[in-house]
Nanobody
Framework: QVQLVESGGGLVQPGGSLRLSCAAS????????MYWVRQAPGKGLEWVSY????????YYSDSVKGRFTISRDNSKNTLYLEMNSLKPEDTAIYYC????????????WGQGTQVTVSS
């Protein structure tokens, strides 16, 4: 079955960096667009970034553009999010997501990894 396992979160000071990873299994990773989504305390889900199957096209929300970089290694079935110049407002649980289209579309989510930006 589909599994997404995020890692790499933690506590970091403002201006610091973190690299999140999402290990995928149970589906043909290299054929799907992948997404990073976050949820800050008391707020709804925010789409942070996505990357196409081949890793060529990327999208970033305005809130992270220029600071975050999404990438993937299809040989390792792994999605990454490099986060630089972190701000307190980046504090959130970060999830990776894959949307599988079909007669019954399904969204799969990892368990999330906590990122806390605080001095």
């Amino acid at each position: 079955q589909v599994q997404l396992v995020e890692s790499g979160g933690g506590l970091v000071q403002p201006g610091g960096s973190l690299r999140l990873s999402c290990a995928a299994s149970g589906f043909t990773f290299s054929t799907y667009w992948m997404y990073w989504v976050r949820q800050a305390p008391g707020k709804g889900l925010e789409w942070v970034s996505y990357i196409n199957a081949g890793g060529i096209s990327t999208y970033y929300s305005d809130s992270v553009k220029g600071r975050f970089t999404i990438s993937r290694d299809n040989s390792k079935n792994t999605l990454y999010l490099e986060m630089n110049s972190l701000k307190p407002e980046d504090t959130a649980i970060y999830y990776c997501n894959v949307h599988v289209p079909g007669p019954v579309p399904v969204d799969y989510w990892g368990q999330g990894t906590q990122v806390t930006v605080s001095s």
